[in-house]
């Protein structure tokens, strides 16, 4: 079986919760980066960006966009959506919700200053992280949807993976979000997927002058030469 293709910038940014789904359901994939502007026009000139934006996921002979529809694709292809309507109508809104709160992660390498990502993170935590303890409370399964994982508790892993690289020690009044953590990242394949060569180091400047390099745009007006790529 020809192994499924993720294209995105070379880094995590927001093709990270494909990979950690592609690996939880068991896909082989590679990662396709894209590191210049030529690169991105042919991209775009091929067709295979139904609404010309990445990350770009083929699978199964499709070419899949936005990455909520690439998710929940491979979470109904691999039996990650629970077992009933109810369950399903859980994974939608604790992924929906979850996509809000790892948006402050995603902006973080974008902050002017590691002080300034890490206060702005406390502070998302401290709006959300109590909400979701309680959601896995209420569960009652450990888990955030349903009585087996699915792909909710594979996405708010991913999002807490980046609040902890941040954060040490932001899950340490959160036990529930703590073990949802560890079970997981502990699970065989996304273990395997972390440690692989398949996982982009935590972002860091590397990966913000990369995307504006790819893209032609300004860089965060903290960084020398911010306009070098604007054309």
Known sequence: MTAASLTYFRGRGRAETTRWMLAATGVDFVNVPIDTADELAALRASGKLPFD?????????????????????????GDLYGDTDT????????????????????QAPFKPSAEIAI?????????FGTLFEARIKAQGSGFCAAARMTFADVVLAEALSSYVEWCPDILHATPRLT????????A???????????????PGDDYVIATGRVLQRALPAHMPDADRFVV
């Open 188 to 202: 065989a394949r996304i273990a395997a997927y972390l440690a692989s060569d398949l996982r982009y180091p935590k």
């Open 179 to 186: 073990a949802l953590s560890e079970t997981v990242t502990g």
């Open 53 to 77: 934006q990445m990350p770009l996921l083929e699978i199964d002979g499709l070419n899949l966009s936005q990455s909520s529809a690439m998710i929940r694709y491979l979470a109904r292809r």
């Open 119 to 127: 206060a702005d993170l406390r502070a998302r935590f401290a709006k």
């Open 87 to 106: 369950d399903a109508m859980w994974c939608d809104m604790v992924a929906g919700v979850t996509a809000d709160f790892a948006e402050t992660a995603l």
